[in-house]
């Protein structure tokens, strides 16, 4: 990725250059003006002592904490940077402590794009209040004002040659107290790490095979645990020779408490394969087939939802001559990690300790607490890497799988490792959805009006509530603990709904959820919730009307778009793609052997509030079989002030990648129990040879504050791919994935 460097003035010139008549308007509502802001940065007013942000010890060592964590994104990096830049130290003499729940600031989940924008401000700002304290220290010892001093990797140094170590300092002050909130951060003229593409901290143990992941933690006396797993998501269990279970080869202790049933065994092989003797001997009750037997898009449409309007615009326009409308549909979709779930749990003293990769280590430690009746004090939740899912997987509930087969072994740590084909089955998945989309579309070719409703079960099941258990095993426990009712997360930042209110201007704006809180399949967040889709349907819906109004799909965009971020982003991709404009109806034939090619874009501004991306993308489809072949792409990216341009590409060229593999090969297939995709034959996933070259630039704004990158490509990706293929064949496909028969059928249509 290219980093282009824009300021302000810059930014402004480009824009005013390329669009004139871009009307920029915003309202601020009266009661929110008259309320005042709050001071400082939320996770710091969330956590507000000092030292759990960083400590400095009389040996001078410096540790940096943070309740962030890292899941093969590059946070911890990015994290050292912003904290090494404040305190004014090298990057690589900090100490970095990444959630823990005896000894982090309590950050929520790991997710939503959100830790540079919210975590890292938090960590900046108690940074700079640690120096600034420091030099207040060194400045009272010496007599002279703070600014007199400076700092050259973490020693003070007064006007008169004078020298003060951090930890010198440390010693006469404490920061066991609460951060100043208002401690200001140097400006960007003054930074020297930040902005840069430090590299990642973390490769070069991994690449090295030293012990990062979970999976190769192996503490002394370890025992293997594994769970029997019913025939179908509602079976129970009725009875089970526990005598026969024990005496299986390896087997220490057979766990039954209600329709739980577990095994330790000495070896983990040992483990698994009495686990899948033990369910297959058992004697279980079914339960109802999954969607009464109905498809998941029946059970969407036609039984009773949660229905609201959640989002309208009114404003006089010119008149619609014409409305169009538009269907769009998606399967459920996994995680499908490569490493499965791993957790390794152990009581003593009536305490639990347990090492997880989940996202949230402070909602797991609840959750975990209300599964086992126990006091969450008693619970400390240490993060280990494992394998990335960008979203909720089997990560919080293994452990409390390890966790419940720890406790009939005290002493002795429990290690559960879900095989790859129980991840598939039995971790939430991403819901399917449908999105409805209609428009006004007057004489000259303007959008009047925009309708966008959505049907979708929930996107959001993780732990971390007040009450219930989102963590599947207590569920089947003698005594459940049941999972809390499911609620759709509100806009602005939305779940079913997000990025659903569009970023195009249109006078009349209407956006209707119809929410499903009850899931056959269990569902919950994978990587943007519902923002993937909601923005990959509207995009599409706009190469369609541009189509009706005999308009190129880029020059519509433009037409239709306020935001001059996205307008900067917009124009930077199609330059670097050589977009070649084009008027009416796409799908005029470019044959190249027996392909169709075509071009398509895809814009998005994830949540409506974070980066904002575009992207183009050219494919070729196969005339015969339908088969869809991405053959390059091409992104722009901005997302305020960069602290790690590297980063930012690995984030945003990843997600292309796993956008791509999303929209042409993802879809998961159940019987009337179980989900039954279940290994990578049966649900294949994106491989090296059908990955695209991908070309991005990144459009750095040092005057903006940093915005999440983690979940901005995915969308417009998808939108880019879909419109390339309506370019190619004339026609869209209206249901994700993309799969051969389906662009056959479009194709032949």
């Known amino acids: 990725m290219g980093a282009e460097t824009l300021s302000r003035r810059g930014f402004v010139a480009a824009i005013a250059a390329g669009a004139a008549g871009l009307a920029i308007g915003f309202r601020l509502d009266g009661a929110a003006?008259?309320?005042?802001?709050?001071?400082?940065?939320?996770?710091?007013?969330?956590?507000?002592?000092?030292?759990?942000?960083?400590?400095?010890?009389?040996?001078?060592?410096?540790?940096v904490l943070t309740g962030r964590v890292e899941l093969g994104q590059g946070v911890l990096t990015a994290m050292r940077q912003i904290a090494a830049e404040e305190l004014d130290v090298a990057p690589e003499r900090l100490e970095l402590l990444s959630g823990d729940t005896a000894e982090t600031a309590n950050e929520g989940v790991t997710a939503g794009s959100q830790s540079i924008r919210f975590g890292g401000e938090a960590l900046g700002v108690a940074c700079a209040d640690a120096r600034a304290t420091l030099l207040g220290v060194a400045a009272q010892g010496w007599g002279v004002e703070p600014a007199a001093l400076t700092i050259t990797d973490g020693v003070i140094q007064g006007p008169g040659g004078q020298r003060m170590s951090y930890a010198e300092a440390a010693g006469r002050v404490s920061l066991a107290r609460p951060a100043n909130l208002t401690a200001r951060r140097k400006p960007v003229s003054a930074q020297r790490i930040i902005g840069t593409s430090l590299p990642r901290t973390d490769i070069p143990a991994k690449v090295f095979g030293q012990q990062v992941f979970i999976h190769d933690m192996r503490p002394e006396g370890m025992v293997f645990g594994a769970v029997a797993r019913p025939p179908a998501y509602a079976a129970r269990l009725v009875s089970l020779d526990m005598g026969w279970a024990k005496s299986l080869p390896g087997v220490i202790e057979v766990v039954r408490d209600g329709s739980f049933l577990g095994v330790i065994a000495r070896r983990e092989e040992q483990a698994n394969d009495a686990a899948r003797k033990i369910a297959a001997a058992a004697s279980w009750r079914d339960g109802e087939p999954l969607f009464g037997g109905k498809s998941a898009y029946d059970h969407l449409l036609n039984t009773p939802a949660l229905t609201r309007t959640i989002h309208t615009t009114d404003a006089a326009g010119a008149p619609a001559t014409r409305t169009h409308r538009a269907e769009y549909r998606r399967g459920f979709q996994?995680?499908?990690?490569?490493?499965?779930?791993c957790a390794l749990a152990k009581w003593e003293d009536g305490r639990l300790t347990v090492w997880s990769h989940a996202q949230g280590p402070f909602p797991l430690r609840g959750d975990l607490a209300r599964g086992l009746r126990v006091a969450p004090a008693s619970i400390r939740v240490i993060h280990a890497q494992g394998s990335g899912c960008y979203g909720h997987n089997g990560a919080d509930d293994v452990a409390l799988d390890a966790a419940l087969l720890a406790?009939?072994?005290?002493?002795?740590?429990?290690?559960v490792h879900w095989t790859h084909e129980e991840e598939m089955v039995w971790e939430p998945w991403g819901s399917a959805m449908v999105v409805r989309l209609e428009a006004g579309i007057a004489a000259d070719g303007a959008l009047t009006s925009w309708g966008h409703d959505v049907w979708s079960f929930p996107h959001s099941t993780r732990p971390g509530g007040r009450e219930g258990c989102n963590l599947r095993s207590a569920w089947y426990l003698e005594n459940p603990v049941p999972a809390p009712a499911a609620t759709d997360g509100p806009l602005p930042n939305g779940a079913a709904a997000r990025n659903a209110v569009p970023v195009y201007a249109m006078p009349g704006q209407r956006v209707t959820t119809h929410f499903h809180a009850e899931m056959p399949i269990r569902t919950s967040a994978l990587r943007t919730l519902g923002g993937y889709f909601n923005a990959v349907a509207a995009d599409m819906f706009i190469d369609e009307c541009a189509a009706l109004a005999g308009q190129d799909p880029v020059a519509y965009r433009l037409r239709h778009l306020r935001d001059p971020r996205l307008v900067a982003v917009l124009r930077r991709a199609v330059e670097i793609s050589g977009w070649q404009p084009r008027i009416g109806t796409p799908g005029r034939p470019r044959v190249e052997g027996t392909e169709l090619v075509g071009t398509g874009v895809g814009l998005s501004k994830y949540k409506n509030s974070d980066s904002h991306v575009a992207v183009v993308a050219r494919v070729a489809v196969d005339v015969s079989t339908g088969a869809v072949r991405v053959v390059k792409m091409w992104a722009a990216t901005e997302a305020g002030r960069a602290?790690?341009?590297?980063g930012i590409a690995n984030q945003i060229e990843g997600g292309m990648v796993q956008a791509t593999s999303w929209t042409l090969l993802e879809e998961g297939r159940w019987n009337a129990g179980r989900m039954v995709s279940e290994d990578y034959a049966s649900y294949p996933i994106l491989d090296f040879s059908q990955t695209p070259p991908i070309e991005s630039v990144l459009i750095d704004r040092p005057d903006l504050p940093s915005l999440g990158v983690g979940e901005g490509s995915q969308a417009p990706t998808g939108a880019a791919i879909a419109n390339a293929i309506l370019d190619a064949v004339g026609r869209h496909v209206p249901e994700i994935p993309f799969t051969p028969a389906r662009v056959l059928a479009a194709l032949r249509g």
Do not use: E, F, K, Y
């Not at 940065?41 to 030292?51: Q, T, V």
């Not at 602290?643 to 590297?646: A, E, K, T, Y």
């Open 334 to 341: 996994a995680h499908a990690s490569i490493g499965a779930s």
């Open 33 to 63: 003006a008259q309320q005042a802001a709050p001071v400082g940065p939320l996770m710091l007013r969330n956590n507000p002592r000092l030292d759990s942000w960083v400590r400095i010890t009389p040996d001078g060592r410096i540790t």
């Open 407 to 415: 406790r009939a072994m005290p002493g002795r740590t429990v290690r």
């Open 643 to 646: 602290v790690n341009p590297d």
